[in-house]
């Protein structure tokens, strides 16, 4: 007997493709897995043998996919003449799952700031989910810009195997966001002691206080599982620049902001006496070994 | 707090006026010890050296002031208004209890090598510097403050703080020292202030 496939159906709205280049840049043999598992019904990126009418013609889909940000605003977007809002709500009614992929579908993200259309919004924001009866559970947030390919699959694999996943109160899997992006950085030691990197792109030195880290209030796994299995950015030297969060993309995302010299947010869940106490013990200690290039 | 810890207090208390007035190198465990009414031997029994119980007095002695402007920084009430209540509370201080202020002057920043081992940095003062900075940050969030570096601001306020507790130790001043409260306190906030703050 053939196993049932569940159908995914990957929409995209206002994007930079961003998710979709991620999605197709996940592990070989883990992509290759979900083209096996799951039926890629349709991808406006990836050949398909379906076009959108099929879709739309669909009696039911198992998951549906959104990537970028919504308008319901014909001039900035839309499909054969349809507005994207009208078209998800009318695609919405026959998903049993709705993930919002990415930071611009699931808040708005970067387009949310374009001041010419005020109307530019998250997936949860068009949709009322009482309307969605065959929805199995609250949409999901797959935060990030990109989102992280591996999170895609993660979800796509629990829901297909368990039926639910356990969301925080952002709409995020509790499972991928339970942690802080600071948590499995490789300069965690530099955090410690207060040792700040000269610049960017270099393996020593902490970037939170200088170079706008958001490490310490991200949630976020990526320092834990690696962007090709290999790398995050602050591995590269490049600060955590809090994708993952509702209010990304924030203002000199790469400058900490601070108040005479004092940053004006502390890690998550310190009390800001306490840690500008412990800040100015640990600038009393210098560490030679940490002062050093770690590959003289 | 603990007996010891109270018979503790009481020795650096007495320690601080000795230490203030006569300095580091001239003030002995024994004149300590005479001072307390105690043996020399007991004394040991809660500091086991001169050093480390100077390093307690700069805790005990700069704690005093963290707590006092910890309770301001509480108050509901403007950056300009903390620094006049901060500095009278200071003052007050220099006036009833000189020999805190003037064992920080005279002992704790001319004495470097005493505290060069544990007290290294913001190691004994932290808990007042954390307070000071919590004060700067505040106000500079709710722009009543300028942007500007962290120690030259902190050097603005403790620099003349502790400038004219040195005058009134060195009794050259010809008025009352909280005569002078509005005036310092005006000059601090004007250096630390807002372009739109007025």
Known sequence: MRQHKPKIVWLQAITCNGNTHSLLS??????????????????????????????LNLKEIDFLLLEGA?????????????????????????????????????????????????????????LNVWELKKLKQPI????????????????????????????????????????????????????????????????????????????????????????????TKTRAGMPCIGCTEFDFPRDNMLETKKNIGIPSEVPLGINKRAYLTITGVAKTFKIDRLNKKLIE | MSTKELKKNNIIENALKLFSTKGFYNTTIPDIAKAMRMSVGNMYNYFASKEELAKYAIKYSTNILAEQLRKINHM??????????????????????????????????????????????????????????????EGASKGEFRE????????????????????????????????????????IFRALKSDETT
């Open chain 1, 26 to 55: 996940s592990n070989p043999s883990r992509f290759e897995l979900l083209l096996n598992s799951f039926n890629f019904f349709y991808h406006p990126s990836i050949t398909t043998e379906n076009s959108l009418e099929d879709v």
């Open chain 1, 70 to 126: 919504v308008t319901s605003n014909k001039q900035f977007y839309q499909i054969s003449d349809n507005s994207i809002n009208d078209l998800l709500k009318k695609v919405s009614k026959k998903a049993k799952y709705i993930i919002s992929v990415g930071s611009c579908a699931s808040y708005g993200g970067i387009h949310a700031k374009f001041e010419q259309n005020s109307d530019i919004k998250g997936l949860q924001d068009i």
């Open chain 1, 140 to 231: 999901i947030n797959l935060t990030g810009c990109p989102v992280h390919p591996e999170w895609i699959l993660q979800t796509l694999f629990t829901l297909k195997e368990f039926g639910k996943i356990g969301l925080d109160m952002q709409g995020r899997p509790k499972d991928i966001y339970f942690g802080l992006a600071h948590h499995g950085c490789t300069r965690n030691e530099y955090f410690e002691w207060k040792i700040e990197a000269k610049s960017f792109g270099h393996k020593e030195g902490c970037l939170f206080y200088e170079e706008g880290c958001r490490g310490p209030m991200t949630h976020s796994n990526c320092n834990r599982i690696l962007w090709n299995d290999v790398n």
């Open chain 2, 76 to 137: 509901d009430i403007s950056s300009k208004e903390k620094i006049f209540l901060f500095t009278k509370v200071y003052l007050e201080n220099v006036k009833n209890s000189p020999e805190v202020i003037e064992y920080f002057l005279r002992v704790y920043l001319s004495n470097r090598e005493v505290f060069a081992q544990g007290c290294e940095g913001f190691l004994c003062v932290s808990e007042f510097v954390t307070e000071v900075m919590i004060f700067l940050d």
């Open chain 2, 148 to 187: 500007q570096d962290f120690f030259s601001a902190f050097s603005m306020i403790m620099g003349c703080l502790g400038g004219f507790a040195f005058l009134s130790g060195e009794k050259v001043l010809d008025k009352d020292l909280l005569e002078y409260s509005d005036g310092i306190a005006e000059n």
